[in-house]
């Protein structure tokens, strides 16, 4: 069945680079793209293509060449999903915080809600697409809420998940290593995956399009995650043991990466990975394991998370053990808010729990970033933790200004500009020799010591 009319429900991270890429790709395919967030609809509506909701290299581009030709952003939900030949589920898969699973399984209850209002809607057939990161067999309860709410048209469920990561989704999307599609082992399931698979090949080679049953595909992205998360666990578990031993973890990293049967990417050690989906998707694999009764399954998987914090932990100590033996000033600049460099979003920053740390030892902080705002940061600090205190807090936008003011500079987010800092300058106002904590690893190390400063690495001491 040739598809004429898309319609994407979530118009976020996922939703609006992927239906962006769908529909420059395919001009003659009209890509609705709805949210029950006004303000982000109107954000994607926006003249100022620097102020669409998503920071992401080359995705303005994209809106810009299709927006308003055959991509378009509206709060319409009921519209479009009637008009539509097949429905994009995107929407937010958050882990639990109440009830049963609480702390691990994921909330369904944004995809149970499209799910409902997608059955009210219809009055023609039409093939829904889990775009959204589930637990294994959530097509199943998809299936059930339709079915149960409308008996009158046929709906065909189709797993897609979504592999892109943040600051690199536009490149991941125009090239991916693989697109991932579940479906029904039926005339009608191979149908509605023929269909998809159609729209891919637009742009994406036949080879790089993997068809499996709806289960696979479910717990193929699930378990992705996990995999690289670990890696990065299992890197910065080492950093630690070079702290102790001497060795240096680049090199290391390095050395192991270099074995083709492991690779270079993702050993990149840091002050913990973040990111919207690495924790929520293992805690909902532990979920999953534990309600299977895999307990050592689960722990395994669960251990992860557990190195996660402690690296996070560990590099706050570092700092506060750095004040209060050399009786410093209790004041830090804070580079680096986004959880990674190139996107504005803050999820999981690690630079959130490490600020949270500080400022629960009296530490007052200045924060940087060059794409996230001061009303994100305030969000973020009190989500974490209702009574931190404010006065504590300072939000700048040239953070060099009073550089002589800091002892300590803590880099959080790999932004170049960090990196290509003209550092030597910027120690000119400094009165006594300051520390960097490069909590990515991205400054040279010799250089920085030569200026001046006092150079404080994960695993390279
Ligand atoms: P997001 O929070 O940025 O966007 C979700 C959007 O859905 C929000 O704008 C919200 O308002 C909207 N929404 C919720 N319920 C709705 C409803 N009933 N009708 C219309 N809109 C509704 O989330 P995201 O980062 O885009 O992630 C979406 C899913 O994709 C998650 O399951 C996530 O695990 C998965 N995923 C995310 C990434 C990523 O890099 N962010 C990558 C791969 C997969
Ligand atoms: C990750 C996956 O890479 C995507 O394939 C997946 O689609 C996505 O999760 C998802 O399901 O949401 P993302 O979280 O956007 O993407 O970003 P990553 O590049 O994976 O980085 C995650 C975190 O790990 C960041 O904080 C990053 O700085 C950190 N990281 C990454 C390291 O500490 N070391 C590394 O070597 C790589």
């Not at 793209?33 to 100022?48: F, G, H, P, Q």
């Not at 809607?121 to 409308?150: A, F, G, M, Q, W």
């Not at 009158?152 to 125009?174: H, K, W, Y």
């Not at 830090?332 to 460099?341: E, M, R």
Request: glycine share 6%; hydrophobic share 40%.
């Amino acid at each position: 069945m040739k598809i004429n009319n898309i319609c994407c429900l979530g118009a976020g991270y996922v939703g609006g680079p992927t239906m962006s890429i769908i529909a420059q790709k395919n001009p003659d395919i009209k890509v609705n793209v709805v949210d029950m967030n006004a303000d982000k609809i109107l954000a994607w509506n926006s003249k100022d293509l620097d102020n669409l909701p998503v920071y992401e290299p080359g995705l303005s581009k994209v809106v810009k060449e299709a927006r308003g030709r055959n991509l378009f952003f509206s709060t319409d939900v009921n519209k479009h999903i009637e008009e539509a030949d097949m429905i994009f589920i995107s929407v937010n898969t958050p882990t639990k915080t109440s009830g049963k699973g609480k702390g691990y399984a994921a909330d369904l209850k944004y995809v149970e809600a499209c799910a409902k209002q997608i059955a009210e809607v219809s009055k023609s057939n039409k093939i829904i697409v889990e775009k959204s990161t589930v637990p294994v067999r959530t097509s199943e309860k998809i299936k059930d809420i339709l079915t149960s709410y409308n008996t009158n048209v046929d709906f065909q469920i189709l797993s897609n998940p979504e592999f892109l990561a943040e600051g690199t989704a536009m490149r991941d999307l125009e090239i991916p290593d693989r697109v991932l599609i579940g479906g029904d082992n039926t005339i009608e399931g191979k149908k509605a995956i023929d269909s998809l698979v159609e729209i891919y090949s637009s742009w994406v080679p036949k080879k790089n399009i993997l068809t499996t049953n709806l289960w696979s595909s479910e717990l193929s992205k699930l378990t992705a995650n996990a995999f690289l998360a670990q890696r990065i666990s299992s890197i910065n578990s080492l950093s630690e043991l070079c702290e102790e031993t001497g060795a240096d973890i680049e090199e290391v990293s390095k050395a192991i990466g270099m074995d083709s049967r492991i690779g270079k990417n993702f050993l990149k050690t840091s002050v913990g990975f973040g990111g919207s989906c690495f924790q929520k998707d293992i805690l909902n694999l532990v979920y999953i394991s534990r309600s299977l009764g895999l307990k050592k399954v689960a722990d395994y998987w669960e251990q992860i998370l557990i190195i996660n914090e402690h690296q996070r932990d560990r590099f706050s100590k570092k700092i506060i053990k750095c004040i209060k033996n050399r009786n410093l000033k209790p004041k830090v600049l804070i580079l680096g808010w986004a959880f990674k460099k190139n996107t504005n979003d803050t999820r999981e920053s690690a630079a959130i729990y490490v600020a949270n740390n500080l400022l629960n030892k009296g530490i007052s902080i200045e924060i940087y970033d060059p794409q996230v705002k001061e009303n994100q940061v305030n969000f973020d600090l009190s989500n974490l933790n209702p009574d931190y205190n404010k006065s504590l807090v300072n939000f700048v936008f040239e953070p060099f200004q009073n550089i002589s003011d800091y002892n300590i500079i803590a880099i959080m987010t790999e932004w170049d500009e960090f990196m290509n800092y003209d550092w030597k300058t910027v120690y000119n106002g400094i009165k006594k020799p300051a520390f960097i904590f490069d909590g990515r690893n991205i400054l040279n190390r010799e250089l920085i010591k030569k200026i001046g400063f006092n150079y404080k690495g994960l695993g390279r001491e």
